[in-house]
């Protein structure tokens, strides 16, 4: 069971560049989301999905953009890359879009931008 | 807006003493769900326990106990006996009935266990 699998696992990326963090699930979850982990900040909501087609705001959305094009896949765009962006994100996913389900965590994507 | 509070940035313990990490939560919601996840140094997130608003018992796995309480709203986590592959970051989190599955996480604790 592959679970949730984020690709890639380590990035190096320029000021001002665009790059997709992909996140998949085999699963079959309805929810599905993003989260960012900063040193003393713990992990803060960007982005989450409570089924295809639907995506929604979470804490730190600005800079991020998301689509959910299929139950599976639920990939995060920067589109501009800052260096406020740099740390480390999370994809999430869990059964159904109430909230007593615990979410099962991808390994996380280093990301650092320069 | 629900918020949740680990004042404990960091602990140092010797192993086999034990430890309780504390995490104090503020919610509007009559029905939530706490969790406690585990990070370890390796980064990865592994989810430790789950508890409804309705129920306060405590519960007991192994080495680990959690003790829930409405009244101080507080939820907080016991390793007995600690070990050195208990070193790592603990996170509390909280999720609201009317809120979908968004997580609102606490700062988390970083325990450290020395031999």
């Known amino acids: 069971n592959a679970g949730v699998t984020q690709t890639p696992k380590f990035q190096v990326l320029k000021t001002g560049q665009s790059m997709t963090l992909q996140c998949a699930q085999d699963m079959n979850h309805e929810y599905m989301s993003w989260y960012r982990q900063d040193p003393g900040m713990g992990l803060r909501l960007i982005h989450y999905s409570v089924g295809a087609g639907i995506t929604d705001q979470g804490e730190v959305p600005n800079g991020y953009n998301v689509s959910r094009s299929t139950t599976e896949d639920f990939p995060l765009r920067l589109l501009s890359a800052a260096p406020s962006q740099t740390s480390v994100y999370f994809c999430?996913?869990?059964?159904?879009?109430?909230?007593?389900?615990?979410?099962?965590f991808g390994d996380g994507t280093r990301l650092s931008i320069l | 807006a629900q918020k949740v509070t680990q004042a404990q940035t960091e602990i140092s313990v010797v192993e086999k003493e034990d430890v309780t990490l504390d995490c104090v939560y503020e919610?509007?919601?009559?029905?939530?769900?706490l969790f406690w996840y585990k990070q370890p140094p390796s980064g990865e997130l592994v989810f430790l326990i789950r508890?409804?608003?309705?129920?306060?018992q405590n519960e007991i796995s192994g080495r680990y106990s959690w003790n829930f309480q409405k009244s101080t709203s507080s939820f907080n986590f016991t390793i007995t006996a600690s070990q050195v592959v208990d070193s790592a970051v603990y996170f509390c989190?909280?999720?609201?009935?009317?809120?979908?599955?968004?997580?609102?996480f606490g700062k988390g604790t970083m325990l450290l266990v020395s031999p």
């Open positions: 999430a996913s869990t059964p159904g879009f109430y909230s007593n389900q615990p979410q099962h």
């Open positions: 989190a909280l999720s609201e009935s009317s809120g979908y599955s968004t997580l609102t």
């Open positions: 919610t509007r919601d009559t029905t939530y769900y």
């Open positions: 508890r409804n608003s309705f129920d306060e």
